[in-house]
């Protein structure tokens, strides 16, 4: 039984790099390092979370989610695996094997894990062998949905507008309704 080594890097838009390495057993499961992940950043682990499967330029493959997602009504979807199901050496398809974790789907803190070497001997329980960095409080960012203004002054021209009998406005081109009754339809 091998020992899988894995990178782990927060995507952040700080400068500083924050990264830990994790030594876990190849016959775990994805929730077994979905745990690991989450308490070495000092996470809850109380959101909604997946892993997705990656290529080379770090694209999104394959989704191991950590809940059972599927809808079984619709068969054109791929249905996602599970992590308490799906065990690691099942999904290592190169020496340099790249998955991509989302945690908090509101918050979106992707994790870019990455492996880099395999053991001959493998570890009881998961480890944590480097911890680089210091990890951002969980709360410290924002969610994605405040970043975008749903206000409604976006579409307040700042002016009172008269409203028509029908309760819409008039529109402000500076022409009045004799200057429409002019034109030929």
Known sequence: MAG????????????????????????????SLYKTIIHSFNFNGDQMASFYM?????????????????????PTTEIPSVMNSATLKNYMESADQKIILVYDFLKMWIFLVELIGV???????PEITMSIGIAPEENSKEE?????????????????DDEDDY???????????EDYDS???
Do not use: C
Not at 150 to 155: C, G, R, T, V
């Open 4 to 31: 899988l080594k894995f990178r782990v890097l927060l995507d952040s838009k700080d400068q500083e790099k924050v990264f830990r390495d994790i030594l876990i057993s190849e016959d775990e499961n994805f929730e």
């Open 54 to 74: 990656s290529n080379e330029d770090w694209g999104k493959g394959h989704e191991i989610s950590l809940m059972d997602l599927a809808y079984e009504d619709d």
């Open 119 to 125: 053991e001959e001997t493998s570890p009881s329980t």
């Open 144 to 160: 994605v949905a405040n970043d975008l203004d749903f206000s409604s002054d976006l579409y307040d021209s700042g002016e009172d």
């Open 167 to 177: 309760g819409f406005n008039e529109f402000e081109d500076g022409l009045s309704d």
């Open 183 to 185: 034109l030929d339809y």
